[in-house]
Structures are given as C-alpha cells and as structure tokens.
C-alpha cells in the first residue's frame, strides 16, 4: 500500500473494488422488474375480480428475500483479503488486543476507521472474519477436538466402572488378549497395545490411553452394555 501515513484510510476502502458490481446491478433491475410484474398482475386481477370493500390485492413474492440474497452476494465480491490479513496482523502484533475478546476486537478497529459508511462497512467484514476464525479456526479446532476426547474419556470410565461392579473384569482383559493376537493393523496405524485393565485403580489411565483404539472402545461399550 501506498500512503504509509494514512494506513486505515487505505485499508477501510480497500474493500470497495468488489468483482461483482456489474451482476448485482443487472440483478437488482430483475428482481425489482420481477416484483412490479407482480405487483401489477396482481392489481390486475383485483381490480377485474375482487369487490374492492372485500378483498386487499396480494403483491407479496420474493421481493424482500431477493434483495437480502443479492446483498450477501454482493459482500461475498468484496476484495477483503487484505483489510483481513492487515487485522489479523494488528492483532498479532499487540498482545493486549490478542488477549482481548472478539467484541473488543472488533471495538477497537472501529475505533480506527473512519464513522463513514466505507469504515463502517470495513468493520463489518473484519467481525465476520473474527467470528469465521473463532467458529473454524485451528484453535477451534483443537479445542473442540480436545474436548469431543475429554467427553470420550469420561464415558468409557463410566463404561470401565460398570464393566467391574458387574465381575466382567476378567472377560474385558480375555478379550483384549484375543484383539491384540488377532489384529490387522493398517500402515501407519497404531497397534492395540497388550493392555489389561488392573482393577478400579487403573480405570483413569486405563480409559486414557485405550480410547485412542476404536475396536477396543467398541469392546468396552458393549460389554457395559450387557452388564
């Protein structure tokens, strides 16, 4: 960018050479000619047919929804990619602001825009790629990973100690030997280790490590269900 001194200027109205003005005007002129085609039909019909003390003329289509699909359409043109990748930085580079919340986040680089519609419709992209990363970013991704397993393990503990009120104990333990003898074991896989259950001490542990193995995880299920 040029005019390093005015940055925020150049990043609020790189956002305006959008890839998609032509077609949102020629879609705008169909969708309103559409809706006056309606509309004018449907005068038509009333003035012809209905007893006008009786019956309002019905105009409603797909005007309303339209428009709102062609406005995101339009914003979904927008060249953002560098009032993103410029946020993104900022953040990074500030650790206050990388601590903060994505409200005040957002907060914060409305603060820099300028109140104009350009800055205003600048800020309304840069929040929904804050809301896009939170939602699908790698981090989000890792948490949810962690705690789709943290859940996966507290189950199989609950199954683990059902399993031992019932004295299937040994049957658990006789089972994985046979798993563990008989495995195929795909390249690049890992191995069912041989690993018993040593009683209600070990059931943490124990859930811990074997619920990375789905045949084992398959196992532990249903033997709690049959206890």
Excluded: C
Aim: hydrophobic share 45%.
């Amino acid at each position: 960018m040029r005019n390093h001194d005015e940055k925020i200027k150049d990043m609020s109205r790189s956002v305006l050479p959008s890839t998609g003005r032509a077609f949102a005007r020629d879609a705008r002129r169909a969708i309103h000619k559409r809706q006056r085609a309606r509309e004018l039909a449907a005068v038509t019909a009333y003035r012809r047919d209905a007893d006008p003390e009786q019956v309002t003329p019905d105009v409603r289509g797909t005007h309303g929804r339209d428009i709102t699909f062609l406005v995101w359409d339009r914003r979904s043109r927008d060249k953002v990619a560098p009032l993103i990748r410029w946020a993104r930085a900022t953040i990074a580079a500030d650790p206050a602001l990388r601590a903060a919340s994505r409200e005040e986040q957002v907060a914060h680089f409305a603060r820099l825009m300028p109140p104009t519609l350009i800055g205003r419709h600048a800020v309304m992209h840069i929040e929904m790629a804050l809301r896009w990363s939170a939602l699908h970013g790698p981090d989000s991704a890792n948490r949810r990973a962690a705690s789709g397993r943290a859940d996966l393990v507290a189950e199989t503990e609950r199954q683990l100690r059902l399993i031992l009120a019932s004295g299937l104990h040994g049957t658990l333990n006789t089972e994985l030997r046979r798993l563990a003898a008989r495995q195929q074991v795909r390249p690049g896989a890992a191995p069912l280790p041989h690993r018993m259950l040593l009683g209600h001490h070990d059931v943490k542990a124990f859930a811990a490590e074997m619920t990375r193995y789905p045949a084992a995880r398959t196992l532990i299920a249903a033997l709690a269900a049959s206890a």
